[in-house]
Every structure is written in structure tokens, then in C-alpha cells.
């Protein structure tokens, strides 16, 4: 995409600053909910600096059936990453049934990759139906997200 067609920059970390610094901005949900307890985590892991989120709530476009995603920079980050997926109360991994369900729901998008079966999922009070996910694509090696679509809400630089 060329550098001219570029309308918006969204920045993960500066999302999950505001998300932390203004919880009215998340929907009152129970994903909702259950990100803003994840970022209090995260804040007070001091590892604000190496997560960030990303997917619907990055642009504004989450709603009750969203998901949750985050993405993690550098060691220092997939370290956060790997403690906070350890934190039961906040992500639990699928196992038995649930595991199933998830394999037969993600089934058809796999064709010719695999299942990455030590997935994890949100706690038994949230009603969103997808997992929160332990790594994005939305961030490249040429750097942070960028797109055409504004979601109004977060901060302007």
C-alpha cells in the first residue's frame, strides 16, 4: 500500500494505554470485560510497553461476539505473553469438549496448515464464542498496522 493511500496509523500499545487509561471506550460486554481485566494484568505486569491489542477492538469495530487479540513484541513481550497465558483466571486452555468444538468450528480454515491444539480460551464467564489468541498477523516485520478505516474513537496523534 502505498505511503500516501494511508488514512490512519492504529498502534497497538498506545490501544491498550487508552483501553487501560479510559474502560468506558470498551463495549460492556463480557469480552469487553474480560480485555479490560487482561490489561490490568498486563499493566500491572509492567509489560504495557511489549503487548499491545490489536483485531476489532484496535479499530473500533468490537462487539459482543468479538475476540480477543492481542500481539506481543520482541522476548521481553512473548515472555508477558507466556506468564499471562499461564494466569488461569484470566485464560484457560480448551480441553476435552470445548477442544473438540473448537477443532470441528476452525476445521474448514485449515485446510493445508494445522491445528495449534494448546490454543486457550476466555473464562467461563464470557460469553464471546472465540478463543483469545496467543499470536496476530496484524503486525508485520515492516512494522505496526495500518489501514484506511477510522474507528473515531481512539486518541489522534
Not at 35 to 63: E, K, M, R
Not at 85 to 94: N, S, V
Request: charged share 25%; glycine share 8%.
Amino acid at each position: 500500500m502505498p505511503r500516501e493511500d494511508i488514512v490512519t496509523h492504529y498502534s497497538c500499545r498506545q490501544t491498550l494505554a487508552a483501553l487501560h487509561q479510559t474502560p468506558d471506550l470498551l463495549n460492556r460486554t463480557a469480552v469487553g470485560k474480560d480485555l479490560f481485566a487482561i490489561i490490568n494484568w498486563i499493566v500491572a505486569a509492567g509489560a504495557a510497553d511489549v503487548i499491545g491489542v490489536t483485531g476489532s477492538f484496535l479499530v473500533g469495530a468490537c462487539n459482543a461476539r468479538s475476540d480477543i487479540d492481542l500481539v506481543c513484541y520482541g522476548s521481553r513481550g512473548y515472555e508477558a505473553a507466556r506468564e499471562l497465558f499461564a494466569e488461569r483466571a484470566l485464560i484457560r486452555p480448551y480441553e476435552g469438549e470445548t477442544l473438540t468444538r473448537l477443532y470441528v468450528r476452525r476445521a474448514k480454515y485449515m485446510v493445508g496448515g494445522s491445528f495449534d491444539a494448546p490454543c486457550a480460551r476466555k473464562p467461563e464467564n464470557s460469553r464471546a464464542s472465540q478463543p483469545a489468541r496467543r499470536r496476530t498477523s496484524t503486525v508485520s516485520r515492516s512494522g505496526p498496522t495500518a489501514t484506511r478505516r477510522s474507528p473515531g474513537w481512539l486518541p489522534k496523534k
